[in-house]
């Protein structure tokens, strides 16, 4: 309960940052959002505590005084009316319904099981947490115990200890609640982002694909950052269709990159790829302006991102350290490469838990509902592409990582699928028409 | 035909979304609980949290090879931390882990004696004064 207290500062923090930066966007999704980017927050204040010695609530205040400022000067945009619930509405609604009560359940039921959380949440994650609840914190960065990752970044165990520090309590309740806030605000930002895009039945089916995806609600239960890093992926794909969501869209990104490695790489594609995408669409002119609000909303944790990951961390296992020669053998190892490249479309059409795989039925919904004559192409172009450089990118890190292969994608292909999840439903429901058409 | 067709392809996705959400809640309803097995090993190592350094190194060994058993080093150090764990016997502190009960006469010779004992397999050591 204390921790429920405790995740006040955080809420606030979060909805005055929503509400700055993503002035304009439809107020469910601002809710959705603020959570995960206040526990970013409280994240990145304590990791300024420990490194500068000035505490984390006056870093806390700065940006709860800025973003408040921002606030009462612009003003609250007017709410928009949400359109009147038809028959189809409720039933969707309650199938939505049913299916996040099991959702629910099963991440009890996880929980219980595995309270310390999986392997991984507890040999990195919760650990780094441990370090960082204390002045001893880069002893994690040891070389001792390099198989707790110190390079790993630092979002998920800074928040954690950070609610730590504001309970007074160091206990399993604040990795449970971050790791439950996470899940259901994914599932929360997806059906947000695409009601206000395509109407309130289409975007309550596209959270319940997502719902209805078992190993995504075990993976959230675990603990580990995968789902975290989905929620912020699927924030800097869905942002941008909104015109008000591309300063937001840029925090995100940085946040992912301060959640996971993966979230370097989306960094390191994402922009060039919207940056050519505009440009494309727009001219040189037109794609200026969006693409300053995005770098300026991506910089300033960008740059705590990269202090921390190379001025303090040890480098990276699977690639950082290592010979060139070795990545360039392993690379070039047509074996490894083919059995990357078939696990990967195996990996796809088992993934989610259920005796079929979700994304076939995703694929054979959007083959019923037929494709959309006027979708934002640029939002799906864009989206698409940062997915499939993603995911071309896991190959190639998966290819050249120094362990066994099998073991790799035994144990990773489905969490790193997992990651760009949240973002496929979304595209593919920005793709499709819906179920009828929106007033 | 064309609205016909259209009404078909609707139903076809009601239909398919609501076996969907009866797979789903099936699934996750029927879900068998597993006990936890991480918990009782967390609790063992707790109990040595009073008695060792709060952070610095100690050391981790046992008459096992650690790394096949990895995961006992790696729970201690998760429930010790921020105390470093190092795979050796060349500290101050150590915590010793062992399945063959006559290991423990070796302990003299490495240096080490008894600080406590907790339970027969986990012991905390501590370096003889020379």
């Known amino acids: 309960m204390i921790v429920l207290l405790g995740l006040l500062w955080p809420a606030l923090l979060g909805v005055l940052l929503a509400r ?7 107020a469910p999704m601002q809710v959705f959002l603020s959570l995960p980017l206040g526990l970013g927050a409280i994240s990145c204040s304590l990791f300024v505590q420990l490194e500068t010695g000035l505490p984390a609530l006056v870093f806390e205040l700065l940006v709860a005084l800025a973003a408040g400022a921002v606030c009462w000067r612009v003003g609250t945009p007017p709410c928009v009316k949400p359109a009147i619930k038809g028959s189809l509405d409720i039933w969707i609604g309650v199938g939505l319904a049913v299916t996040l009560a099991a959702s629910l359940y099963r991440f009890r039921i996880v929980i219980f099981e595995a309270p310390q959380g999986a392997w991984d949440a507890w040999q990195i994650w919760n650990m780094h947490a441990r370090f960082l609840a204390t002045p001893y914190w880069r002893d994690m960065f040891s070389s001792e115990i390099p198989w707790t990752h110190g390079d790993y970044p630092l979002l998920l165990p ?6 730590w520090s504001l309970t007074g309590r160091q206990d399993l309740d604040a990795s449970h609640l971050v790791a439950f806030l996470f899940t259901f605000a994914t599932i929360g930002l997806l059906g947000s982002a695409v009601s206000a895009l395509k109407g309130r039945a289409h975007g309550m089916l596209a959270a319940l694909f997502l719902a209805a995806t078992p ?44 959640t996971k490695n993966e979230g370097l790489l989306l960094v390191a594609v994402v922009a060039p790829i919207r940056t050519l995408a505009l440009c494309l669409s727009r001219g ?102 940062t997915l499939a450089a993603l995911l071309a990118g896991y190959c190639v890190v998966c ?41 | 035909m064309t609205s016909r067709w259209q009404v078909a392809r609707q ?24 006990p936890d097995t991480v918990s009782p090993t967390i609790e063992d190592y707790a109990e040595l949290k009073s008695s060792l350094p709060s952070h610095g ?35 101050g502190w150590a ?10 006469d070796t302990l003299d010779s490495i240096g080490f004696r008894i600080e406590r004992a907790y339970g027969p397999q986990l012991l905390l050591l501590r370096r003889k004064q020379p």
Not at chain 1, 158 to 163: F, H, N, P, Q
Not at chain 2, 95 to 104: Q, W
């Open chain 1, 284 to 385: 040189v002119r037109g794609a200026s302006a969006p693409t300053v609000r995005f770098l300026a909303g991506l910089a300033p944790l960008l740059a705590i991102v990269l202090f921390m990951r190379f001025a303090l961390a040890p480098p990276n296992d699977h690639i950082g350290g290592r010979p060139l020669a070795a990545l360039v053998s392993q690379a070039t190892d047509f074996q490894r490469w083919k059995l990357v490249l078939l696990a990967v479309p195996r990996g796809i059409r088992r993934l989610g838990g259920l005796p079929v795989g979700v994304p076939v039925l995703l694929l054979i919904y959007g083959v019923l509902a037929g494709l959309e004559a006027k979708c934002d192409r640029l939002t799906l172009w864009t989206g698409s592409a």
């Open chain 2, 95 to 104: 915590i010793g882990r062992f399945e063959n009960p006559r290991t423990v």
């Open chain 2, 57 to 91: 190194v100690a050391c981790y060994f046992s008459d096992k090879d650690v790394e096949s058993q990895a995961a006992l080093w790696y729970l201690a150090e998760y429930t010790l931390a921020p105390l470093v764990l190092r795979v050796g016997s060349d500290c």
């Open chain 1, 158 to 163: 800074g928040s954690i200890a950070r609610l």
């Open chain 2, 11 to 34: 139903f076809g996705a009601a239909a398919l979304v609501i076996c969907l959400v009866c797979m789903a809640s099936w699934k996750e309803f029927s879900a068998p609980i597993a």
């Open chain 1, 20 to 26: 700055s930066l993503g002035r304009g966007l439809p």
């Open chain 1, 215 to 258: 190993f995504f609600i075990v993976q959230g239960a675990s603990q580990c950052a995968d789902i975290p890093l989905s929620f912020f992926l699927l924030a800097v794909v869905a942002l941008p269709a909104f015109e008000e969501g591309v300063l937001l869209a840029g925090l995100c990104a940085a946040m992912a990159a301060w």
């Open chain 1, 399 to 439: 290819v050249v990582q120094p362990r066994d292969i099998y073991w790799q994608i035994d144990t990773a292909l489905y969490r790193l699928l997992m990651q760009l999840w949240p973002a496929a439903i979304f595209l593919v429901f920005i793709a499709v028409r819906p179920l009828r058409p929106t007033a």
